[in-house]
């Protein structure tokens, strides 16, 4: 296992490798997995031109602008289009800047609604909630940030009204991070982690009114923990014309059928009707297994998590025990006991 430019997932490698029956190398052409961070890298080329085909790497070329919100956006679209298919746990969607005329009037004729309906603003590159704020008329959406500072390119989506929350006194709004392995692009292969996260706001929720609609503590979340396995339709839409082939036809086919697998977050919301919505797709999600903690100075130490820990070495190590057959750098199967190669994942779709 080479971890030469694994960056975020040095950690949880390092956490795994034994058990997963890996030595690491100092070159990567003895590697039998390549772990790369990032999915674009100069790097990550060379390494799809020079390893064996036996070997995997962490990353499929593409898959950071695929999951772009408004390629996902984009990439629904076409899906719907191509198959008469309506994907409605996706909020209705607007692509900024090319789709703000219909956005626009979708907005004029909200303003004159008594009980208007509520709008999200996201840019399509961020994360950690940047750059996120409320809209309900035509002026919100012009004095957006995002607008103002000329931010490329952005998504506005229909904001749930109803979300589920925490029994009361907390009333807190909460939302989930479910592990997403794509082991295969042709044919598709997904498996879903049985394991996930939950993220709680810091603070009751409150719905969203003028008088509370620029006020950040609406909309923020804060990380904690869970278990919860729920859903992954997403992905075909994802890489719906939007995956780039790698360097030559050789490495092209061996990547897009298992040589390169990647590991998604998806960010879903339940609401109070238990319906199940997918809010956004991460294909960088975090693997660090500590978190920052800040101390009566408001100075932040990193410390470890042990619930960060044990989600995302089974999000890895069930995601390698699935690339590899089960199998260590020798080729022996290392079963870790439960149902079938990995008892962590479960087979939610292949196709041609």
């Known amino acids: 296992m080479c971890l030469r430019h694994a960056s975020g997932l040095t950690d949880v490698a390092l956490a795994s490798r034994e058990r997963l029956g890996f030595k690491l190398c100092a070159k990567s052409d003895n590697a039998t997995i390549h772990v790369h961070a990032i999915a674009t890298s100069n790097a990550m080329e060379s390494d799809i031109r020079h390893m064996k085909a036996s070997s995997k790497v962490s990353k499929i070329p593409g898959s950071s602008t695929a999951s772009k919100k408004h390629v996902l956006a984009e990439g629904f679209k076409r899906c719907e289009a191509l198959t008469g298919q309506t994907f409605d746990f996706w909020p209705e969607t607007w692509v900024l800047p090319s789709e703000a005329p219909l956005l626009d009037a979708v907005l004029s004729?909200?303003?004159?609604?008594?009980?208007?309906?509520?709008?999200?603003?996201?840019?399509?590159?961020?994360?950690?909630?940047?750059?996120?704020?409320?809209?309900?008329?035509?002026?919100?959406?012009?004095?957006?940030?995002?607008?103002?500072?000329?931010?490329?390119?952005?998504?506005?989506?229909?904001?749930?009204?109803?979300?589920?929350?925490?029994?009361?006194?907390?009333?807190?709004?909460?939302?989930?991070?479910?592990?997403?392995?794509?082991?295969?692009?042709?044919?598709?292969?997904?498996?879903?982690?049985?394991?996930?996260?939950?993220?709680?706001?810091?603070?009751?929720?409150?719905?969203?009114?003028?008088?509370?609609?620029?006020?950040?503590?609406?909309?923020?979340?804060?990380?904690?923990?869970?278990l919860k396995p729920v859903l992954t339709s997403a992905t075909a839409a994802m890489f719906q014309g939007s995956c780039s082939r790698p360097p030559n036809s050789t490495s092209s086919s061996t990547i897009l059928a298992g040589g390169g697998f990647q590991i998604l977050g998806l960010d879903l919301l339940i609401d109070s009707t238990f319906k199940v919505w997918l809010l956004e797709v991460n294909a960088n999600p975090s693997m660090r297994l500590d978190h920052e903690v800040y101390g009566d100075l408001g100075v932040g130490v990193h410390v470890k998590s042990e619930v960060d820990e044990f989600v995302k070495t089974k999000v890895w190590e069930g995601a390698i025990r699935i690339v590899t057959d089960g199998r260590n750098r020798n080729g022996r199967i290392r079963n870790d006991g439960r149902d079938g190669i990995c008892g962590d994942y479960l087979n939610v779709g292949e196709g041609g």
């Open 109 to 226: 004729k909200n303003k004159r609604r008594q009980k208007k309906k509520t709008f999200i603003i996201k840019p399509s590159c961020g994360s950690q909630g940047e750059g996120i704020s409320l809209l309900q008329t035509p002026s919100d959406l012009r004095s957006s940030p995002l607008l103002s500072l000329g931010r490329g390119k952005s998504v506005v989506q229909s904001y749930l009204p109803s979300p589920l929350l925490l029994p009361p006194p907390s009333n807190q709004k909460f939302d989930i991070r479910v592990y997403v392995l794509i082991a295969s692009v042709e044919p598709l292969k997904v498996y879903l982690c049985k394991e996930g996260l939950v993220r709680f706001a810091t603070q009751a929720y409150e719905k969203p009114l003028r008088k509370n609609l620029h006020d950040a503590s609406t909309i923020s979340l804060k990380t904690a923990s869970l």
